[in-house]
Nanobody, 115 residues
Framework: VQLVESGGGLVQPGGFLRLSCAAS????????MSWYRQAPGKERELVAA????????DYADSVKGRFAISRDNAKNMLYLQMNSLKPEDTAVYYC?????????WGKGTLVTVSS
């Protein structure tokens, strides 16, 4: 399993970013995927999740209405559209899947929301 995130950066409050996760070395379309984040000094938390065919999504209360998770199974890509960003969204964002009972993570992409 290989997961590679991209799209992070510095953005002002109220701005937007789109994160991407390129997945490889497993049958991407067969597995649920999720985005987690870890802010400085805090534990890693689940941000959003999506089922294998994208028919169902779930979000942390803190991002509902602002973030949208999606996937393109033809391209083996996972996305996180983040709108109305707040300083408290600052964190390293990780792509995640659970494959044969094991958790797999990418190396993460840093999102900094600051003026």
């Amino acid at each position: 399993v290989q997961l590679v995130e991209s799209g992070g950066g510095l953005v002002q409050p109220g701005g937007f970013l789109r994160l991407s996760c390129a997945a490889s070395k497993f049958t991407f379309s067969s597995y649920a995927m999720s985005w987690y984040r870890q802010a400085p000094g805090k534990e890693r938390e689940l941000v959003a999740a999506i089922t294998s065919v994208g028919g169902s999504t779930d979000y942390a209360d803190s991002v509902k209405g602002r973030f949208a998770i999606s996937r393109d199974n033809a391209k083996n890509m996972l996305y996180l559209q983040m709108n109305s960003l707040k300083p408290e969204d600052t964190a390293v964002y990780y792509c995640h899947t659970r494959y044969y009972g094991e958790d797999y993570w990418g190396k993460g992409t840093l999102v900094t929301v600051s003026s």
